[in-house]
């Protein structure tokens, strides 16, 4: 694999709330059209990295570059171009509940571009099949979804601009196994076909499996360990030996190892 | 503004296009435009070739509006095929290829007087639902509040000290400063016309039996609706939203019994008390504005007051303050209790809590005022 650019460079980033430091000078890059796993225990501050680098957090220190942009030193007008570069899973969807489904994918177009309706309507139609989703499906509101439509449709939502990064907060949170790994699939699909960068946070060792080409490992506010998988697998700091190789883990890498 | 994005060329039967540039979402709308423009063109021609090798960028946009290109004229039984595209945009164009296929479901729009009866209908019957909404909170409540009465323990003490907390002891400020402008405004009207046939002393007697009567109770019946009603209504809905209810039923709790009594009794409980808090500011009010206004001092209002107001003025007042607080709670709690899963169903339920109580609040006034006129009180 060649080393490619990197599209998310983060510099010596610290981000606490009160007394509580939850990033400790962190350096993390995310290259260009390759699938981030970001893992961590509960608490580690995963969702909060994720969220400074989108700019909903307050930074202490340090620098975030994000397509080649400084968020710290970006005007209003870099940071809406910037926003409409990147898309973003919330983990509970985030979905509009006035909007119906259709509408809600057409938010971002309906904001950000002129096009016809007719070619939006076609385009959120386009979307939705993509994820795996009916026209049907288009006209219904929120609370009428089950959780892998949901979450199906905020990626929908996400992926409405053509982004060129994909934020996904626990895409797989809630969802059963074969939902869960049809979504993994679906990810890596669509990352192949449009050709985007995702940075996912994530519990679930089969996505970092299946779907993610390195993963990076948080502990105590550090990135401790980065890589693919192989290397998750030989490395000695006890939290990452044991979530790779605890029980859950070690099946899961057993199976790898034999397949 | 670099390359153009389409370009075409009749050659004989033969109509040759060439894209170049961005073929994506910020560009769509000039693309969809050009590309309107171009399948004007088709019928001239035979077979169709789009040349793709010019183009820079390439996302879903751009590949749809090909695709769009593409099927229009195949459906007419024209040839198109597509040269030149980069390999590793084949695979957005193939997925763009099954996309669409099926007809989007239409919406019906019905017959505009069909819609408008139904919608008469329609609010009829939600008028008509309402009232049963009402009536059964209602016996909701007051077969808990029978239960309660049999097993005393089971009442929860923490949870109405809490609500009293916050309805009556924390509403007193803005019941006493309302209640008092009123009072006073009253009392300055009063004064100001009466003056014109020197009857400046009749003041005190509207002020006193208005306050007491009708005034006190209705300002502060409304404020309350206002401020408490429609947190309760915004409160059970957003726990009805989240499944806070159905846990609560599942663990074998009865919603009613544990959310919705607390909360009407201390309105039934706190709404005599602001009431009276109210109607005593308002007084007051009328007669510093008499005072200063009117030069009729402390003590010869005090002394009119006592000689235009009975006890029964008071009680009239006083005896319609629990019913108020019984009918604000039961239409904050029936409202929450109906708030569906979105943010919107939340915004108009607690709209509905407002208005609604307010309305029958007033209602109520009006059928007290026969009851107490035909009993000679």
Not at chain 2, 39 to 50: D, F, L, T, W, Y
Not at chain 2, 56 to 77: I, N, P
Not at chain 2, 262 to 289: D, E, N, W
Request: hydrophobic share 50%.
């Amino acid at each position: 694999m060649t080393e490619k650019n990197a599209v998310i460079r983060v510099r010596d980033l610290v981000v606490g709330f009160g007394d509580v430091t939850v990033l400790d000078h962190l350096d993390l890059d995310v290259r260009e059209a390759e699938i981030l796993g970001v893992v961590g225990a509960s608490g580690a501050g995963k969702s909060v990295l994720l969220r400074t680098i989108i700019g909903l957090l307050p930074r202490r220190h340090g620098t975030i570059e994000v397509l080649g942009v400084d968020m710290a030193k970006s005007n209003e007008a870099e940071r809406r171009a910037l926003e409409r570069r990147w898309g973003i899973l919330f983990q509970q969807g985030a979905l509009f509940s006035s909007l119906t489904v259709k509408q809600n994918v057409q938010f971002p177009m309906r904001e950000n571009l002129e096009i016809s309706q007719r070619l939006m309507d076609e385009m959120a139609l386009a979307k939705l099949e993509m994820v795996g989703l009916t026209p049907q499906d288009g006209e219904k509101f929120p609370s009428e979804l089950s959780g892998g439509m949901t979450k199906r449709v905020a990626l929908a939502r996400a992926l409405a601009l053509d982004p060129e990064i994909l934020f996904l907060d626990e895409p797989t949170s809630g969802l059963d196994p074969i939902s869960a790994g049809d979504f993994d699939e679906l990810i890596r699909t669509l990352q192949q076909t449009l050709e985007i960068t995702v940075f996912m946070v994530t519990h679930d060792l089969e996505s970092l499996y299946t779907a993610c080409d390195r993963i990076a490992v948080l502990a105590d506010g550090k990135v401790v360990a980065d890589g693919p998988i192989a290397a998750m697998l030989e490395s000695e700091h006890p939290w990452v030996k044991t979530y790779f190789q605890g029980k859950r883990g070690g099946m899961l890498a057993e199976r790898q190892m034999s397949a | 503004m670099g390359e153009a994005l389409l370009t075409h060329r009749l050659v004989g039967e033969r109509l040759e296009l060439a894209a170049g540039g961005s073929w994506t979402a910020s560009h769509a709308g000039e693309l969809e435009a050009l590309v309107e423009r171009v399948s004007g063109e088709a019928p001239k021609a035979k077979n169709v070739s789009i040349d793709m090798a010019g183009v820079r960028e390439f996302d879903t946009f751009g590949a749809w509006l090909l695709e769009r290109l593409t099927r229009q004229w195949t459906a007419s039984g024209q040839k198109a095929e597509v040269v030149g595209l980069p390999e590793h945009d084949r695979g957005l164009l193939k997925e763009m290829h099954g996309v669409n296929r099926e007809p989007p479901p239409k919406l019906q729009a019905g017959n505009p007087i069909v819609t408008f009866l139904a919608a008469v209908g329609r609010a009829g019957a939600d008028f008509g639902s309402n009232l049963i909404v009402f009536s059964e909170m209602l016996g909701a409540v007051s077969l808990a509040l029978l239960r309660v009465i049999v097993r005393p323990r089971e009442y929860r003490f923490t949870s109405t000290v809490h609500q009293f907390d916050r309805v009556a002891w924390q509403a007193v400020p803005i019941i006493l400063l309302i209640t008092f402008l009123i009072g006073a405004i009253i009392s300055q009207q009063g004064i100001f016309h009466f003056r014109k046939f020197g009857a400046e002393l009749y003041s005190v007697d509207l002020v006193g039996i208005l306050v007491l009567r009708e005034i006190g109770v209705l300002i502060v019946a409304i404020m309350v609706a206002g401020r408490s009603g429609s947190s309760y209504t915004a409160e059970i809905g957003s726990m009805k939203m989240r499944e806070e209810i159905d846990a609560l039923r599942t663990m074998g709790f009865d919603p009613v019994e544990v959310l919705i009594l607390p909360r009407i009794l201390v309105l039934i409980v706190a709404l005599p008390v602001l009431t009276f808090l109210g109607s005593m500011a308002a007084l007051y009010g009328g007669g510093l504005v008499a005072w200063l206004y009117g030069g009729i001092s402390p003590d010869i209002y005090i002394s009119r007051l006592t000689e235009a107001i009975s006890l029964t003025h008071f009680e009239v007042g006083m005896i319609k303050a629990p019913f108020m607080g019984l009918v604000i709670g039961i239409v904050a709690c029936a409202e929450g209790l109906r708030v569906k899963g979105s943010a919107e169903s939340l915004g108009i339920q607690t709209t509905n809590s407002v208005v609604e109580s307010i309305f029958l609040v007033i209602v109520l006034d009006g059928l007290f005022a026969i009851f107490f006129a035909s009993i000679g009180m």
